[in-house]
C-alpha cells in the first residue's frame, strides 16, 4: 500500500495525521531493529489537546473508542516521521493499550478496538494484530489512554 493510498483512506475515514509528538521524556518515540519498529508508548491528542480522564469515571466507553483511535493515529504519525513513508509497513504485529481506569472498569477490550480498528482499517489484513488491553491507575500527565506498537517494515 503506497504512502498516497493511505492518505486517502485515511481521508475516507474522515481522520488526518497529527504532526509527530516530541517525546516528554528520556527516550525515542520509534526504534527499528531486525525489520521491527517498535513505537514507544503514544499518548492521545484530539483537536491539539491531550485527552485526559480515567474510564469509568469521568470518560465514557465510547467517547474512550475515540481516544485510543487518537493514540493509532499518532502511531502512524510516528511511523511516517521515523521511515519517511508508511508504505514500508509490512504488518502491524502488536498492539499494547493501556487504560487509565478505575478498579471496577472492565471494558478496556472495547476502548482499545479503537485503535486496533484503525490499523485494520487503514492496512487491511496487515493492520490485524496481537494486542494487550490492560487497566491502569493512571498515565503520563494523566492520558486516559497510551497505545505502543511492534511494526513489521520493509527495508527501504
Known amino acids: 500500500m503506497t504512502d498516497a493510498e493511505i492518505d486517502a483512506k485515511l481521508a475516507e475515514l474522515g481522520l488526518v495525521l497529527p504532526e509527530a509528538a516530541a517525546p516528554v521524556a528520556a527516550y525515542v518515540p520509534v526504534v527499528v531493529a531486525a525489520g521491527l519498529a517498535h513505537v514507544s508508548g503514544q499518548l492521545p491528542f484530539l483537536d491539539g489537546v491531550l485527552a485526559k480522564g480515567r474510564l469509568g469515571e469521568d470518560v465514557d466507553p465510547g467517547k474512550g473508542y475515540e481516544i485510543a483511535r ?30 487509565s481506569s478505575t478498579a471496577d472498569f472492565t471494558e478496556q477490550p472495547k476502548v482499545a478496538n479503537g485503535a486496533s480498528e484503525l490499523m485494520a482499517a487503514v492496512f487491511g489484513e496487515a493492520g490485524k494484530h496481537a494486542r494487550s488491553a490492560v487497566g491502569v491507575p493512571v498515565l503520563p500527565l494523566g492520558a486516559a489512554v497510551e497505545v505502543d506498537a511492534i511494526v513489521a517494515v520493509r527495508p527501504d
Not at 499518532?74 to 504485529?93: C, F, H, N, P, T
Open 70 to 99: 487518537a493514540c493509532g493515529l499518532m502511531i502512524l504519525a510516528q511511523l511516517r516521521a521515523a521511515l519517511g513513508s508508511l508504505d514500508r509497513v509490512e504488518r502491524v504485529v502488536k498492539l499494547g493499550v493501556f487504560v
